[in-house]
């Protein structure tokens, strides 16, 4: 069976992987396909099941902090090493590591969008660096292409500070109950759309060298159905 017509038989019959079997796109990091795993009117937290694939949901928000976006992750991507090396590299700080999970992404539009569990085509503009407990936990924030209000957005310049300063005090608050300890969370910049470009390239770089060149896997499949 040939490769494409095995890829073309496997695509009727079974539904993608939202992290593991769907691309970034042609043109990322200028353009990125993004999974949305949450919405701003969720009063919980999904979150995707890495083994399923499936939206999963983490866990019922305790408080009033509810995501200020659209909130996600760009496919086929990782935050291991070179996405740690970076941080490090930027901040001065030393043992940093990833965060083990898809590269996270928040989403601005002018739209209501009532439910999540979907993909859409985002243009980065920037992103924030998130430290959490000496972890990695990039959020890169995007715009959706061709939306009315933040379309046009080219750079984190363009972005209302506002807007900024409040998906920051979402992150470094949403996990924090009233009579925790301090939890270690720090956002240490707000970085610009070309350095936003080099962490999600980063992040492709990490996630093949965890999980294999994603383009070899109908051949992998091929070898093993002969066998």
Known sequence: MEKQELNTLLSLLFQS????????????????????????RDVVKYELDKPSGHLRLDRPHKYSSLCP????????????????????RKTGRSGVVGDGDPLDICILTEKTIMSSNFFANTKPIGGLRLLDHGEADDKIIAVLENDAAFGHFEEIGDCPSGIIERLAHYFLSYKQLPNDAPRELEVTHIYSREEAHEVINLSFQDYRETFGNPESRIDTLKTLLRA
Request: aromatic share 14%; with cysteine; hydrophobic share 35%.
């Open 17 to 40: 992987h939202p992290w593991h079997g769907v691309t970034a796109g042609e043109t990322a990091p200028h353009i990125v396909n993004t999974y949305v795993e949450i919405v701003p």
């Open 69 to 88: 976006t659209l909130y996600g992750f760009v496919p086929q991507t990782y935050c291991g090493e070179k996405v740690a090396e970076f941080c490090m």
